[in-house]
């Protein structure tokens, strides 16, 4: 199957009647692209690529294509391949790919964000590819990562912050992410060559590249956030190694006692805590923006938590803060969110996505410091916890640790009897 269009296309063209221009048959030959394997690589700078694995199927003339980071699958089902060009949409983020296929096997081209202002050239290739080559002359026995690292990023600058690095390695290839305060950087993948480690990730809204030597178990190495950020990070070995208690972070400034706000829904009408149907439940209020990987997971376990325990008194309500100020606009956004994962709660347009902004729009917070937050509220209107970021799948049993916590909290609130 992988190579029948192609050759399809050949067989037309050798008996194609006098009505069939060359133009035409150009055209169908290179808007035909091979099944399978694919690597594409985004051009970072001159020397730097980051490369991500995708496979791409065609069924009834409709192709589809799944990006693959270690555990995580992506699937594009919005790709329209015609005339030479095909464009690949993120099914929840407004990013999207525009390449010129070459040929069957390689595509070039751009990765847009931000409306378009955003960009990064990239090229796919076709084939069974390594996410990372590997180097020559190459060590038969690579080092072994796996485990918890302490990690400082930006070190002895005003940018420094600490993160947790968890790392599996399998042979030459890892898998793993870091963990700060204000969240993960999801699921990392790729790989350890001659004390060299190698990782990247695309999300459908980030391009990260990290890059390592290791000596005297210490990691030495660059982190990339696609073309507009660049910082230097070191680690080192430790088991122990915590960071800041996440429940601690954010807070209410003294002289307040609760939560309080008016947002307008999707519908454009104002909702509030004081609304009616929030008296007496049990309500987790959800900081987050519709352009935010970690909020994506969040509103996956947020759903799933929602549907278990609704019933027995819990709300949600989420608070979008949109890169767009127009209000069609950050709606359109917030629903392909909601959508998507087929979330049942409610989702406010709660302004700009800005942390200093999202901060006075809650001026009883002491800061927002990070999309997303959670606010967890009893029957009495009493704010329990405040979790600044949230720790997703790709963090292993740290996510799974917090998940089982939150489970539990819930349990107890909604067992709690309201004051009146």
């Not at 990562?145 to 990690?151: A, C, D, R, S």
């Not at 890169?323 to 606009?329: A, I, V």
Request: glycine share 6%; net charge neutral.
């Amino acid at each position: 199957m992988k190579k029948i269009v192609y050759l399809f296309s050949i067989l037309i063209f050798a008996s194609c009647s006098n009505n069939t221009t060359i133009n035409e048959f150009e055209s169908n030959v290179t808007s035909s692209l091979l099944e399978g394997n694919w690597l594409l690589e985004f051009q970072l700078s001159e020397k730097n690529v980051a490369p991500v694995n995708f496979t791409l199927t065609l069924e009834d003339s409709i192709y589809q294509i799944k990006f693959s980071n270690a555990n995580e699958k992506i699937l594009s089902k919005e790709v329209i391949v015609a005339n030479g060009i095909i464009t690949i949409h993120d099914p929840i983020f407004d990013t999207w790919f525009e390449g010129k296929i070459i040929n069957p096997t390689t595509i070039k081209g751009k990765w847009l964000k931000d409306g378009g202002s955003y960009q990064i050239d990239f090229v796919a290739k076709h084939g069974k590819r390594l996410r990372f080559k590997k180097p020559q002359p190459l060590k038969k026995t690579p080092v072994n990562i796996t485990g918890k690292w302490e990690v400082n990023f930006s070190k002895n600058t005003s940018d420094h912050y600490m993160a947790v690095g968890v790392f599996q390695q399998v042979d030459d290839h890892v898998t793993g992410t870091f963990l700060t305060e204000t969240g993960d950087y999801r699921y990392l993948e790729g790989n350890m060559y001659n004390n060299t480690l190698y990782l990247s990730c695309y999300d459908g809204s980030h391009v990260f590249l990290f890059k390592a030597s290791l000596a005297d178990e210490k990691l030495t190495g660059v982190f990339w956030s696609g073309t507009h950020w660049e910082e230097p990070w070191v680690g080192t070995r430790n088991d122990s190694f915590k960071l800041t208690n996440p429940d601690s972070l954010t807070y209410l400034k003294e002289g307040y006692s609760e939560l309080a706000f008016t947002f307008p829904n999707t519908n454009g009408e104002a909702v509030s805590l004081n609304d009616q149907n929030y008296k007496n439940k049990v309500i987790i209020v959800n900081i987050m923006g519709p352009w935010c990987p970690n909020c994506k997971d969040e509103t996956v376990f947020l759903s799933e938590l929602y549907n278990n325990n609704h019933e027995d008194g819990l709300e949600i309500i989420a608070l979008s803060y949109d890169k767009s100020e127009e209000f069609e606009t950050a709606k359109e956004n917030i629903l392909r969110i909601k959508n998507y994962f087929n979330a049942k709660y409610e989702f406010l347009i709660a302004g700009k996505a800005n942390k200093i902004s999202a901060a006075k729009s809650l001026p009883m917070l002491n800061h927002v410091m990070s999309f997303p937050t959670s606010i967890f509220i009893d029957r009495n209107g009493k704010i329990r916890k405040i979790r600044t970021g949230f720790y997703g799948p790709g963090t292993g049993s740290y996510y799974t640790r917090y998940t089982k916590e939150i489970n539990d909290f819930i349990k107890t609130l909604l067992l709690e009897t309201p004051e009146n």
